[in-house]
């Protein structure tokens, strides 16, 4: 009898030191280590929740997203993009990007500026002109 209490009373202390080694709380994406003693990622790089225990398990942001330290990557604003594992830069001039793909040139027709969306090259000639003839007749 002394040696099945024995038994039972060994199981249940050893089910619950097994439940608390295997309770792992792990770091969100952009960081790494176990919770709560969890480390940044550098800018630019994630990591995989639950996989992401050493420093290593910090990878590069894919192409067109970007990170600051500590967070997960994130697209790219609309008109910016960005290489692997590098900050978000303004597209150039006559190109344009939707947010989270990279950039394209402008059809034919359209500019933009740096950082800005493409527009009808008519269209801006138009504003122009209209407004001219505004400030000629309101000086009439």
């Known amino acids: 009898m002394m040696l099945k209490t024995f038994l039972i009373v060994n199981i249940v202390f050893l ?15 952009g960081q790494y280590g176990t919770s709560p003693t969890c480390s940044n990622c550098a800018a630019n790089q994630t990591s995989i929740s639950g996989q992401n225990q050493d420093p290593n398990s910090c990878s590069p942001c894919p192409a067109n997203q ?3 330290a500590g967070t997960d990557c994130e697209n790219c604003p609309s008109n910016y993009t960005s290489s692997p594992g590098q900050k978000c830069v303004a597209c150039p001039a006559n190109q344009q990007s939707i947010s989270g793909s990279g950039c394209t040139n402008c059809a034919s027709g359209y500019i933009s500026t740096s950082g800005g969306s ?14 001219l003839i505004c400030i000629k007749f309101l000086l009439l």
């Open 15 to 29: 089910s619950i030191f097994v439940q608390q080694v295997i309770a792992v709380d792990y770091c969100p994406p």
């Open 66 to 68: 970007s990170s600051l």
């Open 118 to 131: 493409c527009a009808l090259i008519y269209s801006r000639i138009l504003s122009l002109s209209l407004g």
